[in-house]
């Protein structure tokens, strides 16, 4: 059974950056497409930012272009979210998901295709 644990969120100022983890445990990801997906304060769950499982393809919505940064390491087991220039509107919690797709050629930005997801990790971004 995959099981995926989010860490590295934390309180900081507008402006820092950070870096999310997604470490995974039980099978390899090395199939799994993996995604990024935020929840603010009374909003829904947003996605941002998706890798295909050959890291080949990778999903950013607009608002994240050039700020964030997803990738992932099969030795490892382990995905990432670098993000830079934070700002206040980035608060809200932090989920790492999983689909097992090896022949999906897309990245998957839904969070209706993914199956697997851990239990989140908060960034907090003060103004």
């Known amino acids: 059974q995959l099981r995926l644990v989010e860490s590295g969120g934390a309180l900081v100022q507008a402006g820092a950056s950070l870096r999310l983890f997604c470490t995974a445990s039980g099978p390899a990801l090395t199939n799994y497409h993996m995604g990024w997906f935020r929840k603010a304060p009374g909003k829904g769950r947003e996605p941002v930012a998706a890798?295909?499982?050959?890291?080949?393809?990778?999903y950013y919505p607009d608002s994240m272009k050039g700020r964030f940064t997803i990738s992932k390491n099969n030795d490892q087991n382990t995905v990432y979210l670098q993000m830079t220039n934070l700002k206040p509107e980035d608060t809200g919690t932090y989920y790492c998901?999983?689909?097992?797709?090896?022949?999906?050629?897309?990245?998957?930005?839904?969070?209706?295709?993914?199956?697997?997801w851990g239990q989140g990790t908060q960034v907090t971004v003060s103004s």
């Open positions: 998901a999983a689909h097992l797709s090896p022949y999906i050629q897309y990245a998957l930005r839904s969070e209706d295709e993914y199956d697997n």
């Open positions: 890798i295909t499982a050959d890291s080949g393809h990778i």
